[in-house]
């Protein structure tokens, strides 16, 4: 339940009517480095540890990370070849020289008390990227900025309700994601969008997602925090000149809360002036469980954050002989990587657009990649999979991975489980019971194999059935479908039933 008063709302369309919403985007990237980005510790976002939810708290530290007096900071180089590269796919130009600063806060999750970050010279600047909507219209977002820094660690709150920090008793800290390496992209205000503009929200999150896994410089797993969005959204009168006051949605973490985020924004503020009522420059949080928005704290400017440079690392200066290395390096667009699957595929304009609605491309070509069929995944990706993620309202790739998708297919196409049995065996998956090999074993859910096994159920069905195998001695062979009806009832569901076809036939001949 949430914690603050409902928000008067006034109806999106009549909101469009009244006023002209403005939208701006800081999405933060987690570098899949080996190490941190100022220190040897291992990185709990490198590239399939795992290690995000399973590391005991405070075991992925060094002395930098937890900010101990006398403990300095060295550049990750890595971090800064992936961010270079980054900069380059968002069209921007890179900084012959930039540094890194000190932003001053509160940081309860950050031992030194304040963050290692770029201000006025950022590693990437200036670009432009285009967005594709679920309607085939494209967007250029333009990008003011892309800087590096490191995330902060994670506050566990105890004693309040649902983990929030109201009413709760006290507060652990964990340092484990402390230091991990980022990448801040920022937009320039982007104007114009009107009723797309949710839509635009979570297609421009996509696309960057998109960037950054093709780049392979991040999992970009929204659900793990690999990828988180602030969403700043302001609304002005039609014919206005001047910016409304905007507010900072905080930390989104999937693509359809970042179009609902921005959609109940534009309500919320709408209505707030209408009744001659101010915005509040601010943070607000998003509740997932109730689709709304509440206060966060009045939104700090630069001046604020005390900014001054870092005085224990040097400038970055990249080379021009790495800078062409890394362009000459990069991937094709997000727009051409969908046009091609298109092709390489062979899913028709219909397909492909479902598959862009359901926003599962990214899933669906890593399940090719691990070696099921373009059909196949395609099938269990807007089939079941997109079914259980309708009825829990969340993204369906937070529900399963691709290779146990990829394991799925393979059992059923070896046979070891027919369709039933394996939406079953997903139901495990996404339960948290394990990989599709081990679901099968633990539930006892794979294919009955043996001819013998199927023969004694089959004669037993036969010989209940007497005049059912009249009709199949008759030539009516259709008529076996009764006997495979119960034949598969008595196996559970897990038989073949083209083999059980087969042998129905076989024994009915021979009796």
């Given at each position: 339940?949430?914690?603050?008063?409902?928000?008067?709302?006034?109806?999106?369309?009549?909101?469009?009517?009244?006023?002209?919403?403005?939208?701006?985007?800081?999405?933060?990237?987690?570098?899949?480095?080996?190490?941190?980005?100022?220190?040897?510790?291992?990185?709990?976002?490198?590239?399939?540890?795992?290690?995000?939810?399973?590391?005991?708290?405070?075991?992925?530290?060094?002395?930098?990370?937890?900010?101990?007096?006398?403990?300095?900071?060295?550049?990750?180089?890595?971090?800064?070849?992936?961010?270079?590269?980054?900069?380059?796919?968002?069209?921007?130009?890179?900084?012959?020289?930039?540094?890194?600063?000190?932003?001053?806060?509160?940081?309860?999750?950050?031992?030194?008390?304040?963050?290692?970050?770029?201000?006025?010279?950022?590693?990437?600047?200036?670009?432009?990227?285009?967005?594709?909507?679920?309607?085939?219209?494209?967007?250029?977002?333009?990008?003011?900025?892309?800087?590096?820094?490191?995330?902060?660690?994670?506050?566990?709150?105890?004693?309040?309700?649902?983990?929030?920090?109201?009413?709760?008793?006290?507060?652990?800290?964990?340092?484990?994601?402390?230091?991990?390496?980022?990448?801040?992209?920022?937009?320039?205000?982007?104007?114009?969008?009107?009723?797309?503009?949710?839509?635009?929200?979570?297609?421009?999150?996509?696309?960057?997602?998109?960037?950054?896994?093709?780049?392979?410089?991040?999992?970009?797993?929204?659900?793990?925090?690999?990828?988180?969005?602030?969403?700043?959204?302001?609304?002005?009168?039609?014919?206005?000149?001047?910016?409304?006051?905007?507010?900072?949605?905080?930390?989104?973490?999937?693509?359809?809360?970042?179009?609902?985020?921005?959609?109940?924004?534009?309500?919320?503020?709408?209505?707030?002036?209408?009744?001659?009522?101010?915005?509040?420059?601010?943070?607000?949080?998003?509740?997932?469980?109730?689709?709304?928005?509440?206060?966060?704290?009045?939104?700090?400017?630069?001046?604020?954050?005390?900014?001054?440079?870092?005085?224990?690392?040097?400038?970055?200066?990249?080379?021009?002989?790495?800078?062409?290395?890394?362009?000459?390096?990069?991937?094709?667009?997000?727009?051409?990587?969908?046009?091609?699957?298109?092709?390489?595929?062979?899913?028709?304009?219909?397909?492909?657009?479902?598959?862009?609605?359901?926003?599962?491309?990214?899933?669906?070509?890593?399940?090719?990649?691990?070696?099921?069929?373009?059909?196949?995944?395609?099938?269990?990706?807007?089939?079941?999979?997109?079914?259980?993620?309708?009825?829990?309202?969340?993204?369906?790739?937070?529900?399963?991975?691709?290779?146990?998708?990829?394991?799925?297919?393979?059992?059923?196409?070896?046979?070891?489980?027919?369709?039933?049995?394996?939406?079953?065996?997903?139901?495990?998956?996404?339960?948290?019971?394990?990989?599709?090999?081990?679901?099968?074993?633990?539930?006892?859910?794979?294919?009955?194999?043996?001819?013998?096994?199927?023969?004694?159920?089959?004669?037993?069905?036969?010989?209940?059935?007497?005049?059912?195998?009249?009709?199949?001695?008759?030539?009516?062979?259709?008529?076996?479908?009764?006997?495979?009806?119960?034949?598969?009832?008595?196996?559970?569901?897990?038989?073949?039933?083209?083999?059980?076809?087969?042998?129905?036939?076989?024994?009915?001949?021979a009796s």
């Open positions: 339940m949430a914690l603050h008063p409902p928000d008067l709302l006034m109806d999106y369309g009549d909101a469009l009517e009244r006023f002209e919403p403005v939208l701006g985007f800081e999405v933060h990237v987690e570098l899949s480095t080996a190490t941190k980005m100022f220190s040897a510790a291992p990185n709990p976002a490198a590239k399939g540890s795992g290690a995000f939810d399973a590391s005991a708290p405070n075991t992925m530290v060094a002395p930098v990370d937890m900010g101990l007096p006398g403990s300095l900071p060295v550049v990750n180089e890595t971090a800064i070849r992936y961010s270079i590269s980054l900069g380059l796919a968002l069209g921007c130009s890179i900084a012959p020289s930039s540094r890194f600063a000190r932003k001053n806060y509160f940081y309860p999750d950050l031992g030194k008390n304040y963050q290692i970050s770029q201000y006025d010279e950022p590693i990437a600047f200036e670009g432009a990227v285009e967005v594709e909507l679920e309607d085939g219209t494209v967007w250029t977002v333009p990008i003011e900025r892309a800087h590096m820094e490191e995330d902060a660690g994670k506050l566990t709150h105890v004693g309040g309700a649902a983990g929030r920090i109201q009413g709760a008793d006290h507060s652990l800290v964990d340092y484990n994601r402390a230091g991990v390496p980022l990448v801040e992209i920022v937009t320039k205000p982007i104007y114009g969008a009107e009723h797309a503009a949710p839509a635009l929200a979570k297609a421009y999150v996509a696309t960057i997602r998109d960037i950054v896994r093709s780049l392979g410089i991040s999992e970009a797993r929204m659900e793990r925090g690999n990828l988180r969005c602030d969403a700043n959204v302001s609304i002005r009168p039609r014919g206005q000149q001047a910016l409304g006051t905007r507010t900072e949605t905080k930390n989104v973490n999937s693509l359809r809360s970042v179009e609902r985020a921005v959609r109940y924004e534009i309500r919320r503020q709408a209505a707030v002036l209408a009744a001659g009522g101010s915005i509040v420059q601010e943070t607000r949080h998003w509740h997932e469980d109730t689709g709304t928005t509440s206060a966060g704290r009045p939104k700090s400017d630069a001046d604020d954050y005390r900014y001054f440079p870092e005085p224990d690392l040097l400038p970055v200066e990249p080379s021009a002989a790495l800078i062409a290395e890394l362009r000459q390096a990069l991937p094709e667009s997000p727009t051409q990587f969908r046009r091609r699957l298109q092709t390489d595929y062979g899913f028709t304009d219909g397909e492909f657009r479902d598959i862009l609605n359901a926003n599962v491309l990214v899933e669906i070509e890593d399940t090719i990649t691990k070696g099921a069929s373009p059909a196949q995944a395609r099938k269990w990706w807007l089939g079941e999979i997109l079914r259980i993620a309708n009825e829990r309202d969340v993204d369906p790739g937070t529900l399963v991975s691709p290779i146990h998708v990829s394991e799925l297919i393979a059992l059923v196409e070896n046979g070891e489980l027919t369709d039933r049995l394996a939406r079953q065996v997903l139901e495990g998956v996404i339960a948290g019971e394990g990989g599709p090999e081990h679901v099968v074993q633990a539930r006892g859910l794979a294919v009955v194999s043996d001819d013998i096994a199927l023969i004694a159920a089959i004669d037993t069905a036969l010989q209940s059935q007497p005049d059912v195998l009249q009709k199949i001695r008759d030539g009516r062979v259709q008529a076996a479908g009764a006997v495979i009806g119960a034949v598969m009832k008595a196996m559970r569901g897990q038989a073949d039933a083209a083999r059980v076809r087969e042998l129905v036939l076989e024994r009915a001949a």
